[in-house]
């Protein structure tokens, strides 16, 4: 348990449904951060929030929403997805103006 | 793009000491270099962190030259369980956050 909690482990959606992802700290950090990783590609990072307030974007689609409410939980709402948007996604925390993250374990999706 | 360059991949064999050279040339002043480890289908995990000469801890140690621009991870005795992804980062500081795009990583392989 690194202290970054994903739920769920794994998920299997259709095309045309809408779930979502969740992530949850309890480290005390303000800073949260979604990455993708495909297979055999390198992580790329989706959204980042910085006390709540979302501060980069990169140019993710838009059937993918994040929502971060308070600065232990972040979400990323799904829906329309592709099937090459399976992947193994990823949950970040820091501090701010920390150099360092806290990886989750991720949310491995399957896109049928 | 990823402002870091490191082998794709390396062999080694149980025992022997294991280094994986990182090449940064465009590090900020205010960067930090952090490696991470990364099993598959897991969050990376973080190794170790360093500015300027030498930082060791209980797993690796880090030599960093004084002009910066490389770095070197030093990983002592292998194991086959440190057969894993490893990833040296440069962060880009955004919003009082760091920002971090990785690269493809060295996949480092212990042999028996």
């Known amino acids: 348990e690194t202290g970054v909690t994903q739920t769920p482990r794994h998920l299997v959606m259709g095309m045309t449904n809408k779930k979502s992802l969740k992530c949850e700290q309890h480290?005390?950090?303000?800073?949260m951060y979604w990455y993708k990783q495909s297979a055999k590609k390198p992580l790329e990072l989706m959204f980042v929030?910085?006390?709540?307030?979302?501060?980069e974007n990169n140019s993710v689609p838009s059937r993918f929403s994040p929502e971060c409410p308070n600065s232990s939980h972040l979400f990323l709402h799904l829906h329309t997805l592709q099937p090459e948007d399976s992947a193994l996604y990823l949950c970040?925390?820091?501090?701010?103006?920390?150099?360092?993250?806290?990886f989750g374990s991720g949310t491995r999706l399957t896109v049928v | 793009l990823a402002k870091t360059t490191q082998p794709i991949s390396m062999d080694s064999y149980e025992g022997q000491e294991v280094n994986i050279t990182c090449s940064h040339n465009?590090?900020?002043?205010?960067?930090?270099i952090t490696w991470y480890q990364q099993f598959p289908s897991q969050g990376p995990r973080f190794i170790i962190q360093?500015?300027?000469t030498k930082v060791t801890n209980e797993v690796a140690s880090l030599f960093i030259p004084a002009d910066r621009k490389s770095s070197t991870l030093s990983l002592p005795r292998v194991s086959l369980s440190d057969t894993a992804v490893y990833y040296c980062?440069?962060?880009?500081?955004?919003?009082?956050?760091?920002?971090?795009?990785f690269g493809t990583g060295t996949r480092l392989k212990v042999l028996a």
């Open positions: 970040a925390s820091s501090q701010l103006s920390a150099a360092s993250y806290t």
């Open positions: 480290l005390g950090h303000n800073a």
């Open positions: 929030y910085s006390l709540e307030e979302r501060v």
């Open positions: 465009n590090i900020a002043t205010n960067d930090y």
């Open positions: 360093g500015y300027k």
């Open positions: 980062l440069v962060g880009d500081f955004l919003s009082g956050t760091y920002k971090y795009i």
